[in-house]
Nanobody
Framework: QVQLVESGGGLVQPGGSLRLSCTAS????????IGWIRQAPGKGHEGVSC????????YYADSVKGRFTISRDNTKNTVYLQMNNLKPEDTYTYYC??????????????????WGQGTLVTVSS
């Protein structure tokens, strides 16, 4: 069973930056989509950014394009989300999430089925 461990959340001022990390283990397939979903209490979730293990193709939600960058270090089984120019509306709990299988990253980023425990990002002055 896939295990996901996130780190890197915290409090940052508007315009600041944070980098989230997710270390993954337990994959049963070489093909998977991994990325970040964010959710506020009592609200629906949003697929923020994802990357394909197969070809490295990426997806970004319109709300974060140009500000967030997803990357991966295969030697460390770790995925990163670099978040720049953060805004108060980026305040959410961010979850690392994954779906195993050969899928189109653009189609599944909002529907990843295994989530980590989450890390809180608060953007406030």
């Amino acid at each position: 069973q896939v295990q996901l461990v996130e780190s890197g959340g915290g409090l940052v001022q508007p315009g600041g930056s944070l980098r989230l990390s997710c270390t993954a283990s337990g994959f049963t397939s070489d093909d998977y989509i991994i990325g970040w979903i964010r959710q506020a209490p009592g609200k629906g979730h949003e697929g923020v950014s994802c990357i394909s293990s197969f070809d490295g193709s990426t997806y970004y939600a319109d709300s974060v394009k140009g500000r967030f960058t997803i990357s991966r270090d295969n030697t460390k089984n770790t995925v990163y989300l670099q978040m720049n120019n953060l805004k108060p509306e980026d305040t959410y709990t961010y979850y690392c999430a994954v779906t195993e299988g050969d899928f189109d990253v653009n189609m599944v980023c909002n529907h990843l089925d295994r989530w980590g425990q989450g890390t809180l990002v608060t953007v406030s002055s």
